[in-house]
């Protein structure tokens, strides 16, 4: 069964904005939330994270760029990006922290292309 659907990726020029959307099939109240991006030839990683009271966490190459949120009741985690830079050009996922554990399962993802 279906358990996180990633949306709102696509083709940005450099400095521009998307908002990603991770709507989950069960409750995330309890459970720390992450972003993850993996890009071409690369591993996944972990770009934030938000905790059950709403703390945030970003990896340094992110900072100051990309916002984390969570609605608990609508079970939906958001990601805003600003200032998109190539590099950033990776399909975007969600999922808990650990991840694999509450949610056995990655999403499709969602393609973020950042060119001119």
């Known amino acids: 069964q279906v358990q996180l659907v990633e949306s709102g990726g696509g083709l940005v020029q450099p400095g521009g904005s998307l908002r990603l959307s991770c709507a989950a099939s069960?409750?995330?109240?309890?459970?720390?939330m992450g972003w993850y991006r993996q890009a071409p030839g690369k591993e996944r990683e972990l770009v934030a994270r938000i905790g059950t009271a709403g703390s945030t966490d970003y990896a340094d190459s992110v900072k100051g760029r990309f916002t984390i949120s969570r609605d608990n009741a609508k079970r939906t985690v958001y990601l805003i990006i600003n200032t998109l830079q190539p590099e950033d050009t990776a399909v975007y996922y969600c999922n808990a922290l650990p991840p694999e554990t509450y949610f056995r399962s990655w999403g499709q993802g969602t393609q973020a292309t950042v060119s001119s």
């Open positions: 069960k409750s995330i109240s309890g459970y720390i």
